[in-house]
């Protein structure tokens, strides 16, 4: 008897207290979720909004990166909706900027590449232009030596031909302290090739030019 007093008791406590309880739906997950993919909707548009501007935040970065994931949360794996014509003039929208910025990109390299070549050709014109400055003082030079040179006879007293001797040093003493980079050897060569005879004679005459030459030859290095 006791044990059925206790079987009964125990019945009633886990009956509940209103037969339609079991009923009753008590989950709120459907409205939990339309809120949700209703938050992720505004997310997206403001998202939207924000790739429109020219200069983004930190914080607006950011929450452009998480467009994906909030477009998983609006539209659903087994939902797969039609698309709407906004959002297919939205995608082709998407397709051109990308295409634009693609473009855009491949133009500033091209233009960087160009602006690279016309600096080296600008360089390299500015090169061309110093050598020739360099040549026509060194044909200044040449040209008031010889003008030097046929006002003095070979006839002259070993004098004239010291200061003759002295005018070719000095230049060939130039030459060496303004071309560091090269060597005394071949200074002294390209000023034999100047005073050669063969490019000299037809202006100052076989002689004087032969006598240049000796004089030049003087200069050479011993280690040549």
Known sequence: MANFASYSSSKQMSTPRNPYELLIDNNNEPKETDSIQRKARKKLREIEHLKKKKIKTLDEELKIKQESEWKMIATPVDASPSETDEERFLRKEKQF????QEYERKLKAKEKQIHSLYKQNQFKDEEIQLQE???????????????????????????SDS???????????????????????TIWRKLMNKYHPDKISKHVGSEIANELCKIAIKFKPLSS
């Open 97 to 100: 900027e990308r295409k634009k």
């Open 133 to 159: 400055r360099k040549i026509q003082e060194q044909n200044k030079q040449f040209q008031a030596l010889l003008n030097e040179f046929q006002k003095i006879s070979l006839s002259q007293t070993s004098c």
């Open 163 to 185: 200061i003759i001797e002295t005018i070719i040093k000095k230049e060939f003493d130039d030459n060496c302290k303004s071309c560091p980079q090269q060597s005394r050897d």
